[in-house]
């Protein structure tokens, strides 16, 4: 039966019962190819230059595409910033290329101490502990602090890495309504009704990235400690390209060493691999090092690694980062503006995440792939990761984005999705006069 590469998702081929495991993969190489040789499958991209604001990308199919880049993320512009670099190059002929180790056994370099210190003070906490990634970071904090007898409540919209690392921990999680201050009160009054004893977790985020769109975090941390319970806050997306100093929406919501628990990741602002939690407590910190599974188990970040984020969170806290905050939101007003002009749908506040609606998944396969032939790169989101029928382009910004680019963008953008649109009918014209 021959397979539609307009229709179908990854869902498809998670839990399909097979005698083999080889047998699942099979299923959904023979959807992905049936894609790819359509020329609708738009990830798994590589670069072939720099991910700056115009780039060239090969895709999975081996075509090459230049344009304007909104498919990779450098919130700041600073992976290709010159102080960046230097420091990475210096870290090399001090340390080499490799971490020596776990941060439980002696694979820190010194200069972590100053990072984490530094980390710190932006976020006004105490201590702070880093992890390989941000993934291992959000999954981490969770897993290593919750036991199977504890719960997590967490927005139904929480990264995979949380999301995972509370479906680990314990059976007792209770998935929220979008940012929903009300279904995740009565939560934590029934949990707590029925169970005083054992802990609880909740978890947001400072932006959500699908969505662009923000929690009150100061009535998060509120219920938290009407119910003795935990908050955790993941500010990968908002740390360092907005709020004061680069403080992201912790900053802007005067919530700065109030939170319970921050947790974040360097790769979208600070250039990088790598992730952080931090808090106000020692006891916190140290535990994470001994029990969460992907600290102790991980190689700690390496010295370029460190010393990249370290130069990276110097220029975010100097006055050039406030520059170059300023710059992002006049690419990003400029981005949004001209998509709406245009009559497209947006998600959420401005922000380097600008979510754009499309739609359909044929639709949006389509014109995710006509957007490349037009110059302009931009991420497909589409289910399971967004609902279905809900497709979306993820489009990142950077600093260096020009806003005469963005406007141009936005015209392109438009014409792809239209087009794509116009050739799904024809298509299913001409299905329909076949079938009559």
């Not at 006891?283 to 994470?288: D, G, P, S, V, W």
Request: with cysteine.
């Amino acid at each position: 039966m021959a397979i539609d590469p307009g229709a179908g998702s990854t869902r498809d081929y998670l839990a399909t019962p097979v005698r083999r495991v080889v047998d699942r993969a099979m299923g959904f190489e023979q959807w992905r190819s049936a894609r790819e040789r359509a020329g609708l499958m738009p990830y798994a991209k590589y670069l072939i230059k720099p991910p700056r604001a115009s780039t060239t990308l090969q895709y999975s199919d081996g075509r090459r595409f230049s344009g304007i880049n909104f498919a990779t993320q450098d919130y700041l512009s600073l992976a290709s910033h010159p102080a960046v670099m230097t420091a990475a190059t210096e870290a090399i002929q001090r340390f080499g290329v490799h971490s020596a180790g776990s941060t439980a056994l002696a694979g820190n370099v010194h200069e972590a101490l100053r990072l984490e210190a530094e980390i710190s003070e932006l976020l006004h906490t105490r201590h702070t502990l880093l992890f390989p990634t941000g993934w291992a970071a959000g999954y981490g904090v969770i897993r290593g602090l919750v036991r199977e007898t504890d719960h997590v409540v967490l927005d139904v919209l929480a990264h995979n890495c949380l999301q995972e690392g509370a479906m680990a921990a314990t059976r007792n999680l209770y998935r929220i309504r979008h940012r929903d201050l009300a279904m995740t009160r009565h939560r934590l009054s029934t949990i707590r009704a029925h169970d005083p004893a054992n802990a609880i977790v909740v978890v947001t985020e400072g932006i959500f990235s699908m969505d662009a769109d923000v929690p009150d975090l100061r009535a998060f941390q509120a219920l938290c400690r009407e119910y003795e319970a935990t908050l955790i806050v993941d500010v990968a997306h908002d740390l360092g390209c907005m709020g004061p100093d680069g403080s992201g929406q912790i900053g802007v919501q005067g919530m700065l060493g109030e939170i319970d628990i921050v947790m974040g990741s360097f790769s979208k602002t600070f250039a990088s691999n790598g992730g952080f939690v931090s808090c106000n407590s020692r006891a916190i910190k140290e535990y994470l090092r001994y029990y969460a599974p992907s600290n102790t188990f991980s190689n700690a970040l390496s010295p370029i690694q460190i010393a990249v984020v370290q130069t990276a969170l110097g220029i975010v806290r100097a006055l050039e980062g406030e520059a170059l905050r300023q710059r992002l939101h006049t690419a990003v007003v400029a981005l949004r503006q001209g998509l709406s002009d245009e009559g497209l749908r947006l998600y959420g506040e401005p922000h380097a995440i600008v979510p754009m609606a499309v739609g359909s998944e044929a639709v949006a396969r389509r014109a995710t792939m006509l957007a490349a032939r037009n110059d302009v790169l931009v991420n497909l989101s589409e289910f399971p990761a967004v609902p279905i029928n809900e497709s979306r382009f993820r489009l990142q910004v950077m600093a260096t984005h020009e806003p005469d680019d963005c406007r141009a963008a936005a015209k392109l953008i438009a014409t792809s999705v239209r087009q794509a649109e116009a050739d799904i009918a024809a298509d299913r014209s001409g299905r329909e006069l076949e079938a009559a």
